[in-house]
């Protein structure tokens, strides 16, 4: 079931990827032990770039443009494709490489400053596809996700 990005809308590559995500989670939990040495080729699924397109289009920094320029909120379906062919393309031949991020600095309240690293619309998509891929079959396992998953949403450690 190898459907194109372009053939598929965000809603049927959502429950493509709950699916996946589910079968992930069942397999972490009921063993383990489990290594996970086939599932590489997810982060290239179409689903999961499409749902992370998605995703970073609709973040808040998606008006944002990393050193190439584009804002992912401003690309045209063309350059969607496009783009999303290129990735797919360049992991599945294993020759894909990261950009470097453009730098910025943020003024703090103490009068210093913190270094933000902003990076290209396609290393943004790479890396919402990777969380989808981990959050399930990775962070599962270890024995405080419950309290990164509270980290996350609350911005403080849970005892």
């Not at 179409?46 to 990393?66: E, K, Y």
């Not at 031949?93 to 990076?119: H, M």
Request: charge should be positive; charged fraction near 25%; proline fraction near 6%.
């Amino acid at each position: 079931m190898n459907i194109q990005a372009t053939e598929m809308s965000v809603d049927q590559a959502f429950g493509r990827v709950l699916r996946m995500q589910a079968k992930l989670h069942r397999w972490a939990v009921t063993d383990p032990g489990r290594r996970f040495d086939d599932v590489f080729n997810l982060v290239y699924d179409p689903a999961f770039l499409l749902v992370a397109w998605d995703r970073v289009r609709s973040n808040t920094g998606g008006r944002t443009a990393g050193i190439d320029g584009l804002r992912p909120k401003q690309m045209s379906p063309g350059q969607v494709s496009e783009m999303l062919a290129g990735i797919t393309g360049g992991l599945k031949e294993g020759d894909y490489q990261p950009v470097p991020v453009r730098a910025v600095q943020i003024p703090k309240a103490n009068g210093k400053v913190r270094q933000l690293g902003i990076p290209v619309v396609a290393d943004r998509v790479v890396q919402a596809s990777l969380k989808l891929l981990l959050e399930r079959a990775v962070m599962r396992r270890s024995p405080d996700w419950r309290r990164w998953m509270m980290i996350r949403r609350t911005g403080r450690w849970t005892s």
